[in-house]
T-cell receptor
Framework: EAGVAQSPRYKIIEKRQSVAFWCNPI?????LYWYQQILGQGPKLLIQFQNNGVVDDSQLPKDRFSAERLKGVDSTLKIQPAKLEDSAVYLC????????????FGPGTRLTVL | GENVEQHPSTLSVQEGDSAVIKCTYS??????FPWYKQELGKRPQLIID?????GEKKDQRIAVTLNKTAKHFSLHITETQPEDSAVYFC????????????FGTGTRLKVLA
């Protein structure tokens, strides 16, 4: 089966600019996760969707980050405006059910904010 | 809040030796513990997992042990090979709650040939 797809793979922007990331989960997977992975650290959950509803967004900086999952399939994560500390790899993952099952990760988007 | 501590942050072993990575979790409701391997520039991939009703699980050269009382679990890799070199992440989650995965900070394993 096809894996989780993400685009773009790399993005370089100036601070205060906007950026958007796209994720296409594995077909049929109800749960979708966005993680932020800062260099040298473990993935930190930003937001979790079940179908098109938000399950957890407690660590999403809502003043600058937003995410949506249209029709319970693809998802976009947006940062507006970006700060230097947003430089990280943004990983999308999906799983067939919530909890207790493997999360399948995409290749990630490496964001550099200058 | 929930927290997962992982040690050591870096680990170097000679090829053929064993490697052990340890994680401690804070949320006593956690009942599922996956381990992910992330090679340089690649996505994390699940290598083994364990549920709270099991004390140990083994898959070829990889094993995971869980001590619920002490709230810690460990990854054991025997007969290490150069291709085992990667960053390993532990995680913990409560499958009866929001299923939020809390990841450890990672261990960079280097297997020296």
């Amino acid at each position: 089966e096809a894996g989780v797809a993400q685009s773009p793979r790399y993005k370089i922007i100036e601070k205060r600019q906007s950026v958007a990331f796209w994720c296409n989960p594995i077909s049929g997977h109800a749960t979708l996760y966005w993680y932020q992975q800062i260099l040298g650290q473990g993935p930190k959950l930003l937001i979790q969707f079940q179908n098109n509803g938000v399950v957890d967004d407690s660590q999403l900086p809502k003043d600058r980050f937003s995410a949506e999952r249209l029709k319970g399939v693809d998802s976009t994560l947006k940062i507006q405006p970006a700060k230097l500390e947003d430089s990280a790899v943004y990983l999308c993952a999906s799983s067939p059910v919530t909890g207790g099952y493997e999360q399948f990760f995409g290749p990630g988007t490496r964001l550099t904010v200058l | 809040g929930e927290n997962v501590e992982q040690h050591p942050s870096t680990l170097s072993v000679q090829e053929g030796d064993s490697a052990v990575i340890k994680c401690t979790y804070s949320d006593s409701a956690s009942n599922y513990f996956p381990w992910y391997k992330q090679e340089l520039g690649k996505r994390p991939q699940l290598i083994i997992d364990i549920r709270s009703n099991v004390g140990e699980k083994k898959d070829q050269r990889i094993a995971v042990t869980l001590n619920k009382t002490a709230k810690h679990f460990s990854l054991h890799i025997t007969e290490t090979q150069p291709e085992d070199s990667a960053v390993y992440f532990c995680a913990a989650t409560d499958t009866s709650g929001t299923y939020k995965y809390i990841f450890g900070t990672g261990t960079r394993l280097k297997v020296l040939a």
